[in-house]
């Protein structure tokens, strides 16, 4: 990255799991192409927790922007996040596009979050570094501004 270019005009945010209490269950950004992509960062966000509730979040991959065929990608899932010690923090997932199963066709990807025992509030988002300029192109279409 260039010291004169703004982190928007490098880094775009790709999807999201806009920030809601979230009932027992899960729930999952919608699928990205990871085709023209170096590399994803997924950022976990948790609020507060309902009583001993747990939270645990992983990056899954597609055959399409359907999530045709999905699965779990190797070694990208946090260590669950837990009510007594998980109020408002924040877990971080790096992938790099030699961690999907390309050779198969997995070049979409999202993140799913998985909430137990009680509603909490929760919220994720996938950023990217992408193989061309501008990243702008890349924003997930919630992106309504940038300044």
């Known amino acids: 990255m260039y010291t004169n270019q703004k982190m ?3 880094i775009p945010l790709l999807a999201s799991i806009n920030p809601v209490s979230q009932g027992v269950g899960s729930i999952s950004s919608g699928w990205i192409s990871a085709a ?3 590399q994803i960062m997924a950022i976990i ?5 309902g009583a001993s509730a747990t939270v645990d979040a992983k990056v899954q ?18 260590t669950q996040i837990v009510k007594a010690t998980g109020d408002n923090k ?10 999907l199963d390309s050779a198969n066709g997995f070049t979409f990807v999202a993140i799913t979050l998985t909430v ?4 909490s509030q929760v ?13 702008e192109a890349y924003n997930n ?4 501004q940038v300044v």
Do not use: C, M, W
């Not at 919220?123 to 990243?135: E, I, M, S, T």
């Open 61 to 78: 991959q597609a055959t399409s922007n359907a999530g045709a065929g999905a699965k779990d990608v190797t070694g990208k899932a946090i």
């Open 116 to 119: 137990g025992v009680a509603a």
């Open 36 to 38: 023209n992509l170096h």
């Open 123 to 135: 919220a994720a988002y996938l950023l990217g570094n992408p193989r061309f300029q501008p990243a």
């Open 141 to 144: 279409a919630s992106v309504a």
């Open 45 to 49: 966000s948790t609020g507060v927790l």
């Open 8 to 10: 928007s005009e490098g």
């Open 90 to 99: 924040q877990a971080l997932i790096n992938l790099r596009a030699d961690d």
